[in-house]
C-alpha cells in the first residue's frame, strides 16, 4: 500500500521525474479550470439561469457568508484565495473516490504547499489593511520579549494545518483500503459515501481555518475600526452585489 502518492513515479527522465502528485494535481487543476469555464461562459442576469450558474451562485454565496462570519468584514476581497483553496481541497478529496485516482492532498508536499500559501496570505492581508509597521508592532505585542513565541506560533500553526489534512486524508485512504481487503462485498459503497463526506469536511475545515488565520492578522484593524466609525452593512454583507 503507498502511503503518499509521491512515491507513485509515473514518468523518470534523467534530471527530473513526474510522480503521481503532481500528475494529479496538474489534473486537478485542469478539471477546476474547464469547469470554470463552462459555468461562467454562459451566465445571465435575466430573472431565468441555468442549474449551473445556480449551483454556482448559491456555492459563492454560501463561500461569502462562511468568510463574513469568521472575518466579519467584506469577504469578497478574500474570496479569491479561500474559495480557491476549498474548491482545490474539496476537488482532490471528492475525486478521491474514483478508481486509480490519487488525491494530492494525500502528499504531505500538496498540504504543506497550500499551508505556505496561508503563511504568506495572512501577512499580506494584514500589511494591506493596517500598514506595513502596524502589523509587524503586532509581533512584538503585549512586549517585545514575546516576539520569538509570536513567530513560533505562525509556523506551528502552519505546519499544524499541512499535517492535518494531510494526515486525515491519508488515513482516511487507508482505512478504506484496509477494509476493502478484508470485506470487498460490503465496505465499497459505503466507503465511498462517507469518502464524499469527509472529503467535503476536511476542505471546508482547511478553508476555515485559513479564513480564521487571516481574520487573526487583521485583529489590529478591527480595534482600530471599532474605536472610529464602524463600517456600513451593505459594504460588509456577503449578499451585497450578487
Known amino acids: 500500500m503507498q502511503l503518499s502518492p509521491d512515491s507513485i513515479i509515473l514518468i523518470q527522465l534523467e534530471l ?30 435575466g430573472p431565468e439561469i441555468s442549474r449551473w450558474q445556480n449551483f454556482l451562485e448559491s456555492v459563492i454565496t454560501m463561500i461569502l457568508g462562511q468568510i463574513h462570519d ?21 476537488t482532490c478529496n471528492l475525486l478521491s473516490v474514483v478508481p486509480g485516482f490519487q488525491p494530492p492532498t494525500g502528499s504531505l ?19 494591506a489593511d493596517s500598514g506595513f509597521g502596524a502589523y509587524l508592532k503586532n ?6 520579549l514575546m516576539l520569538p513565541f509570536n513567530i513560533t506560533g505562525e509556523i506551528s500553526r502552519t505546519l499544524a494545518l499541512a499535517v492535518r489534512l494531510f494526515g486525515n486524508v491519508m488515513s482516511g485512504s487507508m482505512i478504506g483500503g484496509i477494509l476493502l481487503a478484508i470485506a470487498p462485498l460490503i465496505f465499497p459503497v459505503i466507503m465511498q459515501l462517507l469518502g464524499l463526506l469527509t472529503g ?6 482547511f478553508a476555515i481555518l485559513a479564513a480564521v488565520y487571516i481574520a487573526a492578522g487583521l485583529k489590529i484593524h478591527e480595534s482600530k475600526q471599532s474605536q472610529g466609525t464602524a463600517p456600513s452593512h451593505d459594504q460588509d454583507s456577503p449578499h451585497s452585489g450578487l
Open 16 to 45: 527530473f521525474s513526474i510522480n503521481a502528485t503532481m500528475a494529479f494535481t496538474w489534473l486537478v487543476m485542469l478539471i477546476i479550470t474547464l469547469g470554470s469555464w463552462l459555468v461562467t461562459s454562459r451566465l445571465s442576469t
Open 70 to 90: 469568521v472575518t466579519r468584514q467584506n469577504p469578497r476581497r478574500f474570496l479569491g484565495f479561500l474559495g480557491t483553496l476549498f474548491l482545490f481541497v474539496a
Open 109 to 127: 508536499s500538496t498540504t504543506t504547499a497550500l499551508a505556505l500559501c496561508v503563511l504568506v496570505a495572512v501577512p499580506i492581508y494584514g500589511i
Open 139 to 144: 509581533y512584538i505585542q503585549p512586549t517585545p
Open 200 to 205: 467535503l469536511v476536511q476542505a471546508y475545515i
